[in-house]
């Protein structure tokens, strides 16, 4: 079985700082991971995505993320927060074809 | 654009009462989701659908029904069986499985009680 754990509920950083959102997977098999992002009322857009080429993902709006075996963690991190940045964060992980498991989600704040 | 249709934005229903959520997507995937997302929670699965006139149960899918006539459209009825509706229902599509393919999501609905 697949499970995700997000383990921080809520990040708080300043605008220019390192943003870094950790995710650790259970996983039977070699998953997929991603992460996705939401914004208030909005639905969920994709990141990145993880499924066995290079370890370290390059997304969308400069975050990327390290998938690292050993730890059975796929960390995100942003090198520069921006005040758009501000949302709700979903590390997801995948085994078969159609079933996705969540993340309870990472809330992030920017402060200016 | 191609994307992902909800509506409406906001329902309401009635104790006893069956209401159903609309979700139309043009981007020519095979597969459709429901999702219910609860705050502090994950997404969870209610009924996904990978192929016309085809469509199995999620994790959650008592009090729920769906049915898939078209592959544009997944429309997903809150039952007066499910006793506590009030969530964000969120509907997703994706090419074909998901474990490759990244799915893609509407604006979703929000369903209160009355």
């Known amino acids: 079985a697949q499970s995700v754990t997000q383990l921080d509920s809520h990040v708080s950083v300043s605008e220019g700082t390192p943003v870094l959102l950790r995710c650790n997977y259970s996983s039977s098999y070699s998953p997929s991971l991603f992460w996705y992002v939401q914004h208030p009322n909005k639905g969920l857009q994709l990141l990145l995505k993880y499924t066995s080429a290079a370890t370290l993902v390059k997304g969308i709006n400069g975050f990327e993320a390290e998938f690292k075996k050993s730890e059975t963690s796929f960390h995100l991190t942003k090198p520069s927060a921006h005040m758009s940045d501000a949302a709700e964060y979903f590390c997801v992980v995948s085994e078969n074809d159609y079933k996705l498991s969540f993340g309870a989600g990472t809330t992030v704040t920017v402060r200016a | 654009d191609g994307g992902i249709t909800q509506s409406p934005k906001y329902l309401f229903r009635k104790e006893g009462q069956n209401v159903t959520l609309s979700c139309e997507q043009n981007?020519?995937?095979?597969?459709m989701y429901w999702y219910r997302q609860d705050p502090g929670q994950g997404l969870r699965l209610i009924y996904y659908?990978?192929?016309?006139?085809?469509?199995q149960k999620g994790d959650i899918a008592e009090g729920y029904s769906v049915s898939r006539e078209k592959k544009e459209s997944f429309p997903l009825t809150v039952t007066s069986a499910q006793k506590n509706p009030t969530a964000f229902y969120l509907c997703?599509?994706?090419?074909?499985?998901?474990?490759?393919?990244?799915?893609?999501f509407g604006d979703g609905t929000r369903l209160s009680i009355l």
């Open positions: 659908s990978q192929i016309v006139n085809d469509f």
């Open positions: 997703a599509s994706s090419k074909q499985g998901a474990s490759n393919q990244p799915q893609h």
């Open positions: 981007l020519n995937h095979d597969a």
